[in-house]
C-alpha cells in the first residue's frame, strides 16, 4: 500500500472514531453490542433469522439500488451511521425519499485502488458499511473484510456477490401502481424480495414489500405457501 493510501485510511479512520468510541452511534463493543440487531423495514424483517442486521454479519444485496436504500433506512433512522463506498450514482434525495437519515451517510464514490483500505477503516468506525466492489477486490480481500467485520461489531453489505456472505437479498421483481385508464401518477413500488444464505439463514425465503405513497400491507410468504 502507498504511503498516500495509508494516510488516507488513517484519516478515515481517525474521522469515525472519535475519542475512542467503537462505533459511529457511541457503542462501545461489549460482548452484548456485538450481538445486537440493527433494525430493519418490517417487510424485510422476515427474512433475517435475527430479525434485523445482526452485527458482526456480512449481507449481500443484488439487483436493487431501492432494496438496498430500504435496508439502510430503519438503521440510520434509529442512530445507526453508515458509509457507502464504490456508489457515485448513488441519488441523496432517493435515499432521504425511502427513509435513510442522510445526515448519517458517509459517501466514498471513488475510493480507486485503496478500496480495501477504505472500506477497513470505514468497517472500524461505522455501524453498516455498503461496499460496492464487483471486480475490484479479490475473494481473499473479500474475506478479509468479512472477517474484520465479525471482530469490530460492524455490518458489512456488499451490493453484488459476494464470497461467504451470511444472507444474500435478492430483487426478483418490481411493479408500480398509480396509473389509473392511462394517466396520472406512479405511487408506489412492490417489490418482490428473495434471501438465502447460510447456517439459520439457509431456509429460501421470499418477501414482498411496498415503498412509496401510500404503501399497502407487508406480505411475507414462505415455500410453499
Given amino acids: 500500500m502507498s504511503g498516500s493510501a495509508v494516510t488516507r485510511a488513517a484519516s478515515l479512520k481517525s474521522a469515525v472514531m472519535p475519542d475512542g ?3 459511529a452511534s457511541g457503542l462501545t463493543l461489549t460482548s452484548v453490542d456485538r450481538e445486537r440487531v440493527l433494525p430493519v423495514h418490517q417487510g424485510l424483517a422476515g427474512l433475517f433469522p435475527w430479525g434485523g442486521l445482526r452485527r458482526g454479519s456480512t449481507v449481500a444485496v443484488r439487483g436493487s439500488v431501492t432494496l438496498l436504500l430500504v435496508l439502510l433506512a430503519e438503521a440510520t433512522a434509529g442512530g445507526s451511521w453508515a458509509g457507502v463506498i464504490g456508489m457515485p450514482r448513488l441519488g441523496v434525495v432517493a435515499a432521504a425519499e425511502l427513509g435513510v437519515a442522510v445526515s448519517r451517510l458517509a459517501l466514498v464514490p471513488r475510493p480507486g485502488a485503496d478500496l480495501p483500505a477504505v472500506a477497513g477503516a470505514l468497517l472500524d468506525g461505522m455501524d453498516i458499511v455498503v461496499i460496492s466492489a464487483a ?6 480481500q473479500a474475506r478479509r473484510l468479512s472477517a474484520r467485520a465479525r471482530h469490530r461489531g460492524a455490518v458489512l453489505i456488499p451490493f453484488g456477490p459476494w464470497p461467504g456472505a451470511d444472507l444474500e437479498l435478492s430483487h426478483v421483481r418490481s411493479q408500480w401502481s398509480g396509473l389509473e385508464a392511462g394517466y396520472g401518477y406512479l405511487r408506489s413500488r412492490s417489490l418482490v424480495v428473495s434471501s438465502r444464505g447460510r447456517g ?12 412509496g405513497d401510500p404503501p399497502p400491507p407487508e406480505v411475507l410468504q414462505f415455500p410453499g405457501g
Fill in 135 to 140: 471486480g475490484r477486490i479479490s475473494d481473499s
Fill in 200 to 211: 439459520a439463514a439457509a431456509r429460501p425465503l421470499t418477501a414482498t414489500l411496498s415503498v
Fill in 21 to 23: 468510541v467503537g462505533v
